[in-house]
């Protein structure tokens, strides 16, 4: 599977993106789905997830009641509704694919990712 992460840019404090993740080659229906940012010079960090059954999402404190993870088997798809925007949002941002039954927060067990989208949000 290829996994292609758009939507990202340049937005004002305060603004809202959505980014999307287009599977092609491969599906996201049966697979647990998350997106990850990486800044500049830090660690790549977990942002949400959602359940292979779209029952469940979970997202880093940071960006709860901002960011909203949706998706849709249909179209192939994740998206991440980002709203309230801050500064410390900047970064780029991965889309990620993981099989098997659990949901999980940790980057090493997602086996396949996007390239990565740069989201840069200005005070």
């Known amino acids: 599977v290829q996994l292609q992460a758009s939507g990202g840019g340049l937005v004002q404090a305060g603004g809202s993106l959505r980014l999307s993740c287009q599977a092609s080659?491969?599906?996201?229906?049966?697979?647990?789905m998350a997106w990850f940012r990486q800044a500049p010079g830090k660690e790549r960090e977990f942002v949400g997830r959602i359940s292979r059954n779209s029952a469940s999402t979970y997202y880093k404190d940071s960006v709860k009641g901002r960011f909203t993870i949706s998706r849709s088997n249909l179209k192939n798809a994740m998206y991440l509704q980002m709203n309230s925007l801050e500064p410390a949002d900047t970064a780029i941002y991965y889309c990620?694919?993981?099989?098997?039954?659990?949901?999980?927060?940790?980057?090493?067990?997602?086996?396949?990712w996007g390239q990565g989208t740069l989201v840069t949000v200005s005070s």
């Open positions: 990620a694919r993981k099989g098997g039954y659990y949901c999980s927060e940790s980057k090493g067990v997602y086996d396949a």
């Open positions: 080659g491969g599906t996201v229906s049966g697979h647990h």
